[in-house]
């Protein structure tokens, strides 16, 4: 793994979120993230060490610099690394953080309404998957 690594750890049972990483993989040209689904030991593991096991599998967390984020902040900070126009997504930093958490954990409880149910939809790269 590469020393400025960043490690995703998502619900790997969830489409919406599965989407939201292949997006990931598609813009992460430097590649510089891992990702763990939330079953795999080595996602245990980390969130054990981070002090996130409150989180369950409603929010995406980053590590990124030894540091644990979570919900908007992992959304934030994940934005900063991709090309683009995607590190402007760092604007809703200046939104109060209880605001801009109650969005993400209202997206987060009503994700399954906002795509079909496919039978099978899979990770496009297992380069970055940590197990």
Not at 21 to 37: H, L
Not at 82 to 107: G, K, R, T
Request: with cysteine; net charge positive.
């Amino acid at each position: 793994m590469k020393k400025d690594a960043q490690i995703i750890i998502f619900d790997d049972t969830c489409i919406f979120c599965i989407k939201a990483v292949n997006f990931i993989i598609k813009r992460d040209k430097n590649k510089v993230f891992y990702f763990a689904g939330f079953n795999s030991k080595s996602a245990k593991e980390l969130i054990k060490k981070y002090g996130q096991e409150e989180q369950g599998n409603k929010s995406i967390l980053l590590i990124k610099s030894d540091k644990a984020y979570n919900k908007s902040r992992a959304v934030s900070q994940i934005a900063l690394s991709l090309p683009f126009l995607w590190p402007s997504l760092i604007i809703i930093d200046i939104f109060p953080l209880f605001l801009m958490d109650a969005l993400y954990m209202w997206v987060s409880n009503n994700r399954h309404r906002f795509l079909k149910k496919d039978k099978f939809i899979k990770i496009n790269s297992s380069t970055h998957l940590l197990f």
